[in-house]
């Protein structure tokens, strides 16, 4: 389930990211990592498992107007990243996308 980072960067990722959005990405990994939704860390993967999430929520996250629009970004982007039932509910990103909107 783990992916191997070093094969799965996409390179488009890496292009568009800017030195504020490092920043970001980091605190909002941290966030994800720290509620693990998809349980990959439980599993054993590594602390990174989540970088391309987090990157496509960091370059989002300041467009979201409310904690609702996060909560949709993030569920939105967890089931592109993943599937549906691997993502699960939206409820269940509630905390998650609460604590990221305060990033903001």
């Known amino acids: 389930m783990?992916?191997?980072a070093s094969t799965d960067i996409i390179l488009d990722d890496i292009i568009h990211i800017m030195p504020t959005e490092i920043s970001l990405h980091?605190?909002?990994?941290?966030i994800i990592?720290?509620?693990d939704p998809i349980r990959l860390l439980d599993m054993g993967c590594p602390e990174d498992e989540y970088d391309g999430e987090a990157r496509r929520i960091a370059r989002r996250l300041k467009?979201?107007?409310n904690s609702e629009q996060v909560l949709n970004l993030v569920h939105r982007?967890?089931?592109r990243m993943f599937?549906?039932?691997l993502a699960g509910s939206k409820e269940n990103y509630q905390q998650l996308?609460?604590?990221l909107y305060k990033l903001r």
């Open 83 to 85: 599937d549906e039932k």
């Open 63 to 65: 467009n979201s107007q």
């Open 97 to 99: 996308a609460t604590d």
């Open 33 to 35: 990592n720290k509620y």
């Open 2 to 4: 783990c992916s191997n």
């Open 77 to 79: 982007i967890f089931i």
């Open 26 to 30: 980091i605190k909002v990994r941290k």
